[in-house]
C-alpha cells in the first residue's frame, strides 16, 4: 500500500522568509511518481510538478525548488522569499507505475502554510 | 484553452437522496478521475475512467458509482446519501494512456448532506 505523510499540519513564515515543506512516502513499487499540488481558498488543486523515481536531480523553478532523495523517501518543497500569495494548503502526491492501472494518485493530508505580510 | 470544469459548484441534500456530479475534462483528455475531499484531509480515490472503461476504483461502498461518456465527460452518482458524505468532489483530466500524465483539477463540487 502507498502512503503519503506531511507532518507539518501548518506553519507560518513571515513575507521574504524560507520556508520548506516536508513529503515522505512510502511505497513498495520501485517505479512510482511523486507530485506536488498547491490548494488556495477557492479550493482547486492546481498542479506544480512531477518527478519519477527514476530522476532524483533537484528542481528548481523560479522561487520554487524541490529536493527528491529516494535514500530517505523524501520529497521536500521549498518556497524562496515567500510572498503572501504563497499562502494555501499544499499537498504531496504519489500515484502508481505506469502499467499498474489507474494511476490513482494517493495524498498526503496538506500542510497548510501561512506568509503573513 | 478551457480547464476542467465542474457542475453544480454547490448542492445541498438531504440524508437518503441521490446525488449527480458533473465533469467536463480539458479538450484532449481521455481520462477523467474522481476524488472526495472531506475538510482538513487530503484527497480520496473515488474513481478513475478511461476510453470509458473504468480503469481504477478507491475503498468506496457501492453507493458511489461513475460513467464516462462518447465525449469523455464524467457524472459521480452517490446514492442514499449520508452526512459523512459531505465533502468537496473534485474531478481530474489527464491524457490517459499508458503513461503516468500529470492531473488536472477542477474548481469542484462542495456538497452539503443535512
Known amino acids: 500500500a502507498q502512503k503519503v505523510t506531511q507532518a507539518q499540519t501548518e506553519i507560518s513564515v513571515v513575507e521574504k522568509e524560507d520556508v520548506t515543506l516536508d513529503c515522505v512516502y512510502e511505497?513498495?513499487?520501485?517505479?512510482?511518481?511523486l507530485f506536488w499540488y498547491k490548494q488556495p481558498p477557492s479550493g482547486e488543486l492546481v498542479f506544480l510538478i512531477r518527478?519519477?523515481?527514476?530522476?532524483?536531480q533537484n528542481e528548481i523553478s523560479g522561487r520554487y525548488s524541490w529536493n527528491f532523495q529516494k535514500s530517505t523517501s523524501s520529497f521536500n518543497f521549498t518556497i524562496t522569499a515567500s510572498q503572501v500569495v504563497d499562502s494555501a494548503v499544499y499537498f504531496c502526491?504519489?500515484?502508481?507505475?505506469?502499467?499498474?492501472?489507474?494511476?490513482?494518485?494517493?495524498f498526503g493530508k496538506g500542510t497548510k502554510l501561512s506568509v503573513i505580510p | 484553452d478551457a480547464g476542467v470544469t465542474q457542475s453544480p459548484t454547490h448542492l445541498i441534500k438531504t440524508r437518503g437522496q441521490h446525488v449527480t456530479l458533473r465533469c467536463s475534462p480539458i479538450?484532449?483528455?481521455?481520462?477523467v478521475s474522481w476524488y472526495q475531499q472531506v475538510l482538513g484531509q487530503g484527497p480520496q480515490f473515488i474513481f478513475q475512467?478511461?476510453?470509458?472503461?473504468?480503469?481504477g476504483r478507491g475503498n468506496f461502498p457501492d453507493r458511489f458509482s461513475a460513467r464516462q461518456f462518447p465525449n469523455y465527460s464524467s457524472e459521480l452518482n452517490v446514492n442514499a446519501l449520508l452526512l459523512g458524505d459531505s465533502a468537496l468532489y473534485l474531478c481530474?483530466?489527464?491524457?490517459?494512456?499508458?503513461?503516468?500524465?500529470?492531473?488536472?483539477f477542477g474548481p469542484g463540487t462542495r456538497l452539503t448532506v443535512t
Open positions: 475512467y478511461y476510453e470509458k472503461e473504468e480503469r
Open positions: 511505497t513498495r513499487d520501485t517505479t512510482y511518481y
Open positions: 502526491a504519489l500515484s502508481e507505475p505506469p502499467g499498474a492501472g489507474s494511476y490513482q494518485l494517493t
Open positions: 481530474a483530466s489527464s491524457l490517459g494512456g499508458t503513461g503516468t500524465y500529470e492531473q488536472y
Open positions: 518527478r519519477n523515481s527514476f530522476d532524483e
Open positions: 479538450s484532449g483528455h481521455k481520462s
